[in-house]
T-cell receptor, first 115, second 111 residues
Framework: DAMVIQNPRYQVTQFGKPVTLSCSQT?????MYWYQQKSSQAPKLLFHYYDKDFNNEADTPDNFQSRRPNTSFCFLDIRSPGLGDAAMYLC??????????????FGNGTRLTVT | GQQLNQSPQSMFIQEGEDVSMNCTSSSIFNTWLWYKQDPGEGPVLLIALYKAGELTSNGRLTAQFGITRKDSFLNISASIPSDVGIYFCAGQLAGTGKSTFGDGTTLTVKP
């Protein structure tokens, strides 16, 4: 089945130690997103790639970076994680060329713990 | 930026009861989406609405895109224990691909 896969499901890192979360998709969607979700709150968009074009949200801290080496993969890098960065990180995709009908398809998320 | 008001924030119901939740916005959207999220999982799309006035069903779920394009509701009929979870509405503007999410409705179903 076509899907969005996030690895790992659970990640523990130390305060200040860089960490990378990964996302892959078999849907061949043009757009990939990274959301941060804390404790039953709404997902908060960090940034998204439309093809290779990177779009950062205005309030996304510089501590968060992203890479998309090809259509299928997208990475979230947290350069110096703080305790406040502990959250569920959700990757999502949407379909190419039909922006009017492009619901988000989410992965199962990576739960990040910062010790 | 755009904000969505989703209500109620939480619901505690008896198995078999019907449920209704809604989202309102101060500005219009071209698409309304309803997602369900189970603990520790990503949100799963339940229903997508693309046209003002559209009424769409998915099994026991029914959702409508408001005529004003500023609101949407989701109904669940004859609730069952596996309906437990957090339900999110999301609005999209055409051409952006970005979604604005409501704060969620947490549903608890008592057997």
């Amino acid at each position: 089945d076509a899907m969005v896969i996030q690895n790992p499901r659970y990640q523990v890192t130390q305060f200040g130690k860089p960490v990378t979360l990964s996302c892959s998709q078999t849907l061949n969607h043009n757009v990939m997103y990274w959301y941060q979700q804390k404790s039953s709150q709404a997902p908060k968009l960090l940034f998204h790639y439309y093809d290779k074009d990177f779009n950062n949200e205005a309030d996304t801290p510089d501590n968060f970076q992203s890479r998309r080496p090809n259509t299928s993969f997208c990475f979230l890098d947290i350069r110096s994680p703080g305790l406040g960065d502990a959250a569920m990180y959700l990757c999502a995709t949407s379909s190419p060329g039909t922006m009017k009908k492009s619901p988000l398809h989410f992965g199962n998320g990576t739960r990040l713990t910062v010790t | 930026g755009q904000q969505l008001n989703q209500s109620p924030q939480s619901m505690f119901i008896q198995e078999g009861e019907d449920v209704s939740m809604n989202c309102t916005s101060s500005s219009i959207f071209n698409t309304w989406l309803w997602y369900k999220q189970d603990p520790g999982e990503g949100p799963v799309l339940l229903i997508a609405l693309y046209k003002a006035g559209e009424l769409t069903s998915n099994g026991r779920l029914t959702a409508q895109f408001g005529i004003t394009r500023k609101d949407s509701f989701l109904n669940i009929s004859a609730s069952i224990p596996s309906d437990v979870g957090i339900y999110f509405c999301a609005g999209q503007l055409a051409g952006t691909g970005k979604s604005t999410f409501g704060d969620g409705t947490t549903l608890t179903v008592k057997p």
